[in-house]
């Protein structure tokens, strides 16, 4: 198996998606959390950019031994004095340094000369290599470069003692043909291209940095710079899941990235958590609905064998089990395993008049949720489940939130009190209180159901308890009593299989 290196920028490219910003602790958290998933190496900051960059870098430095820490600088003194400065507790260190290819970029934003710019990256990577132990070059918009200056600047950054190059394909504007060849162009155009790693940084633009990615690693580069979730400048980079997750489900390719993949689900919802930047439902690999099926047929393969229809096993990402959505275009294979798993014995002999049953409200419903099921079996609401009875919230900036909860089950009523970070952190306490249960939130998500300021909101959660996932939703024009609804939601289905 040939090596292909991880390079995550997911705490430089990534934090610079406007809303994204994260502090030093979110920084901290995230960074150990690669380590742990086993990437190669970490883009820590930009050090020059601000004091709370440098002394990102810093920290990080400190606290990360396992992979390579780097700092991004532009070819300037003061740029790499600085990144030198924060890289100086790192076990080992990276300065990545470079200087835009492309005319237009010369030309208009560094206005300057092809000239002017070779020397540039000369000086650049000279200093570089006596504060670093390995020194990183970037072509900047490489994808847009003419192809013979290119090579000039590469081999250039060679013989300045460049230990990687990067070839950026920094507006996404490449195809995977164009890209491949021109990585190809290179191995074959700058002499000692084979004593340096050549890396490729690809954008999403057009919706092909995934695909750019690969195509790179086919035409001959052996590090490839993502990001967790593809988070990035404008549409995104190559998302570090894909290009890992091809690797280990197309053996035949013959590549190795050293990534411990039953940890990717876990990383890519601390990331979407600490950014404020949700998943989108159908995105590959960590999406909510990557593993989830609700047409009958699909559900039916599933079901009998797994890679029917999924070529990735849940397992293998961190992700506990497929999930099965029962709609109307389910059938009683889905519906049967369904009732099974909540501890109703369904069998071929009974599932009839139950699944005309289920259709009728499925035809009324877009999905059928664990509490519809209970319900249809002839379980009483009043045995089974608790409603929100009464929810009163208290806000003061110098303390922590409180909430006032009674929940009510029949005739039965239970109130209690907590505190938490924020209303919704309180509200949530205040639940597993009253219920004694503390299952871990791990999504929480709100969406705009109608528009104006008197908004109906939405709430999705993801809650885990004994090893299993459990889904709620609810909605309300006060997004706190949305909230509520969607937790108790999720909370009934762990009660209902307990």
């Not at 742990?36 to 970490?42: C, K, N, Q, R, T």
């Not at 590549?255 to 995105?283: A, C």
Request: glycine letters at 6%; hydrophobic letters at 40%.
């Amino acid at each position: 198996m040939k090596r292909v290196y991880i390079f995550d920028t997911t705490l430089r490219d990534g934090e610079q998606v406007p809303g994204c910003q994260l502090n030093m602790v979110e920084k901290l958290q995230i960074a150990k959390a690669l380590q742990e998933l086993g990437v190669d190496v970490i883009e820590a900051g930009f050090p020059i950019s601000s004091p709370e960059d440098h002394n990102a870098v810093v920290e990080i430095s400190k606290s990360v031994t396992q992979p390579v820490i780097c700092a991004l600088t532009r070819a300037r003194e003061e740029d790499i004095e600085a990144a030198r400065s924060a890289l100086r507790f790192a076990k080992r260190s990276r300065i990545h340094t470079g200087i835009a290819v492309s005319d237009i970029h010369i030309k208009h934003k560094l206005k300057t000369t092809r000239q002017e710019v070779l020397h540039m990256a000369e000086s650049a990577v000279k200093l570089a290599k006596k504060y670093a132990d390995e020194v990183e070059f970037y072509a900047e918009d490489a994808g847009r470069a003419d192809l013979d200056f290119l090579a000039k600047v590469l081999q250039t950054a060679i013989k300045a003692g460049a230990d990687v190059l990067n070839i950026p394909d920094t507006t996404g504007y490449n195809t995977p043909a164009d890209w491949s060849n021109k990585i190809k162009y290179i191995f074959e155009t700058v002499s000692g291209i084979d004593k340096v790693i050549v890396s490729v940084h690809c954008h999403n633009d057009l919706g092909l940095a995934t695909a750019n990615t690969l195509a790179g690693v086919l035409a001959g580069a052996r590090q490839v710079e993502v990001t967790v979730n593809g988070v990035g400048e404008r549409a995104g980079n190559s998302s570090l899941e894909e290009i890992v997750m091809i690797f280990k489900t197309h053996p035949e390719l013959g590549f190795d990235t050293g990534i411990n993949t039953k940890r990717i689900y876990e990383t890519s919802r601390l990331v979407s958590r600490l950014m404020h930047m949700p998943v989108q439902p159908n995105k590959a690999i960590v999406g909510r609905n990557a593993f989830a099926h609700s047409s009958g047929i699909h559900q039916h393969g599933v079901i009998n064998k797994r890679e029917t229809y999924e070529i990735i096993n849940p397992e293998d990402v961190g992700v506990k089990l497929s999930s099965i959505v029962l709609t109307s275009r389910s059938g009683r294979t889905a519906l049967m395993y369904r009732l099974n798993m909540l501890g109703f014995q369904v069998d071929k002999n009974n599932i009839d008049e139950i699944y005309a049953k289920f259709l009728r409200l499925a035809d009324k419903k877009k999905e059928v949720t664990d509490t519809d099921l209970y319900l249809l079996m002839k379980q009483s609401k009043d045995q089974g489940f608790y409603s929100l009875e009464y929810l009163e919230v208290s806000i003061k900036l110098t303390k922590l939130a409180q909430a006032r909860v009674v929940l009510s089950k029949g005739s039965n009523k239970i109130e209690t009190f907590a505190e938490g970070n924020g209303p919704v952190d309180a509200v949530y306490k205040a639940i597993n209180q009253a219920l004694k249960i503390e299952p871990h939130l791990e999504e929480y998500l709100v969406q705009a159901i109608t528009g104006g300021s008197d908004d109906i909101g939405r709430v999705n959660v993801q809650i885990s308890y004994d090893d299993r996932v459990f889904y709620g939703s609810g909605s309300d024009t006060d997004i706190i009593v949305a909230s509520a609804k969607a937790y108790l939601d999720a909370v009934n289905k762990i009660l209902i299989k307990n």
